[in-house]
């Protein structure tokens, strides 16, 4: 069965430290692999976006990463800020596809 | 670029009404739309796929006489919630995928919360 799990479900962290989140995924033929960030009562907004050769993507204080032979990824962030409390949502697509397989996403809540 | 708006960004009906969605492409033209909704704490589920010239697609336990889906044009598709009822309260979110970059993302929407009263 294609999947995506993530871990954790939720996380707090004080303002200004780093933290990771990870995505394990089941979905095959994998053709990229995503992370979202979404805020509280917003649409999903790209971070990074992942192919099967690509073990590293930074985007700002983001940087993500992925072993696609034991289909994990993770998303770290760095100097955490208040703004980037949101659900972060990982997110694989089938290739030759444009259809998403998401993960259960990882809620995060940074502390002043 | 790739912005995809939806209109309205919040509504409140009561029971029996219907209401529309619209979703649109502000600076591409997508040949297909995807509608999800999403329960409080929970990730996105789609519904639908909608495409344009031809009927939509629905996931396995949408109702589609009860969300009408009609993409209009290539920057447009609307999701029309008929009857509307209390549990069909949600957060309703739309993506149009582009092929920028050679990598087929989808643009998401900036959703329509809908509460039924």
Known sequence: ?112 | GAVVSQHPSWVICKSGTSVKIECRSLDFQATTMFWYRQFPKQSLMLMATSNEGSKATYEQGVEKDKFLINHASLTLSTLTVTSAHPEDSSFYICSAPNDRGGRATQYFGPGTRLLVL
Not at chain 1, 25 to 31: I, K, R
Not at chain 1, 80 to 100: P, R
Request: glycine residues 6%; charged residues 15%; aromatic residues 10%.
């Open chain 1, 1 to 112: 069965k294609n999947q995506v799990e993530q871990s954790p479900q939720s996380l707090i962290i004080l303002e200004g430290k780093n933290c990771t989140l990870q995505c394990n995924y089941t979905v095959s033929p994998f053709s990229n692999l995503r992370w979202y960030k979404q805020d509280t009562g917003r649409g999903p907004v790209s971070l990074t976006i992942m192919t099967f050769s690509e073990n590293t993507k930074s985007n700002g204080r983001y940087t993500a990463t992925l072993d696609a032979d034991t289909k994990q990824s993770s998303l770290h962030i760095t100097a955490s800020q208040l703004s980037d409390s949101a659900s972060y949502i990982c997110v694989v697509t089938y290739s030759g596809t444009y259809k998403y397989i998401f993960g259960t996403g990882t809620r995060l809540k940074v502390l002043a």
